[in-house]
């Protein structure tokens, strides 16, 4: 196959396939651009269906990361790691040492961080190779220490993005009776769930695993439906917080929800996906605008972590997704569109 002929394909600097026949290996790492920084992002395992999916993924993956970085103020690049396999059976130690050492042969052009199918623990375990990982040490919380697990940032700032985007869309300054529905409660999306609930959002939930479905069931009251049902649902927001490129021609007919906002990176299957979103009357919030926390949390770690100026950084979310919104108004064009630009102008050399 041709890397340089995939359409995700978008001026990467660098893309490495890392093998060991051994611990059962199988992984690509894309890097897109250092401009800024070293490319930061996340390692992600997965049970792709070949080859050319897990490229695809990483491609599309690393380039969102460089845009999401410079979205965020942060002297980051934009990359991504991804593992071919299934995390709940195939992953061992021997595994996560040779991705370790494929990470720490790149000298630090790329570093990695927890992601779908991957946790601090394992990133803590890739650890004892190369010092190339982040999102491993313990911070402080409201209620004294917590692990250096991103997910909890995420889920506020995208939380942060929801109020946002449904006061711009619908009015109101508050998410009470706000149907809401999330595709996807693994550790983002439960937890983005559970703000959800406690802010009077009234949840509907599916997931690839039922426990994580029936989990949001019990503890937030969540009404659990089939993945193929939650498109069509009637609500107000549309929360994406699983896989990437579920807006699509298939899908984009089904929503009736008035806001698209949530955990989910590359959730355009295509960039043309943006423009029918707005033609349908739908506000999308761009996936690496509003999903920025993690990555923030992570930068933070690396400066020196001061909780105040972390909360501060994320909230400041709202304001760029203000401004793509306002932007998108006044110029007739796709949110993403607009995301784009503004990132752009962050990290394009001048």
């Known amino acids: 196959m ?14 490495v396939f890392c093998s060991d026949d051994k611990a059962g290996l199988k992984a690509i790492i894309a890097i897109h651009n250092c401009n800024l920084g070293p490319a ?37 690049g934009g990359g991504k790691s991804v593992i071919i396999g299934n995390p709940r059976t195939q992953k061992t130690t021997a595994l996560l040492e040779a991705m370790a050492r494929a990470i720490d042969r790149l000298g630090g052009r790329y570093i990695g961080a927890e992601d779908s199918g ?12 190369t010092r190339h990982v982040a999102g491993i040490e313990d911070k402080p919380s409201d209620n004294g220490m917590r692990s250096g697990d991103p997910s909890p940032a995420t889920a506020y700032g995208v939380f942060v993005g929801i109020k946002a985007a449904v006061k711009y869309a619908l009015g109101g300054e508050g998410l ?21 609930a406690a802010a009077g959002a009234k949840l509907w939930v599916c997931d690839l695993y039922a426990d994580n479905a029936q989990r949001a069931a019990d503890e937030l009251g969540a009404t659990v439906v089939a993945p193929a049902d939650i498109y069509g649902l009637d609500v107000e927001v549309f929360a994406p917080c699983a ?45 690496y605008a509003i999903n920025a ?21 994320i909230e400041r979310i709202a304001d760029n997704l203000s401004e793509i919104f306002e932007r998108s108004r006044l110029d007739r064009r796709p949110t993403n569109e607009v995301a784009d ?5 962050r990290f394009r050399p001048i």
């Open 118 to 129: 991957t946790s601090v623990q394992d990133m803590k375990c890739m650890a004892r190779i």
């Open 40 to 76: 930061l992002g996340g390692c992600r395992m997965w049970p792709y269906a070949d080859e050319g999916e897990a490229v695809r993924d990483a491609l599309r993956l690393s380039r969102g990361m460089t845009y999401k970085s410079a979205m965020a103020n942060l002297k980051l």
């Open 243 to 287: 896989m990437g490129a579920i807006l699509n021609d298939e899908t984009l007919p089904q929503l009736r929800a008035r806001v698209v906002a949530g955990a989910a990176n590359n959730q355009l299957a295509e960039p043309r996906h943006g423009q029918a979103l707005m033609q349908r009357g739908v506000l999308y919030a761009p996936d």
């Open 176 to 196: 009470e009776g706000v149907r809401v529905a999330l595709q996807g409660v693994g550790n983002v999306g439960f937890d983005l769930a559970r703000q959800l």
């Open 2 to 15: 041709s890397v340089f002929a995939e359409r995700d394909f978008a001026d990467h600097e660098q893309v």
């Open 293 to 313: 926390g993690g990555i923030i949390d992570i930068y933070h770690e690396r400066i020196g972590f001061d909780r105040a100026k972390l909360v501060a950084h």
């Open 341 to 345: 630009v503004i990132a752009e102008e």
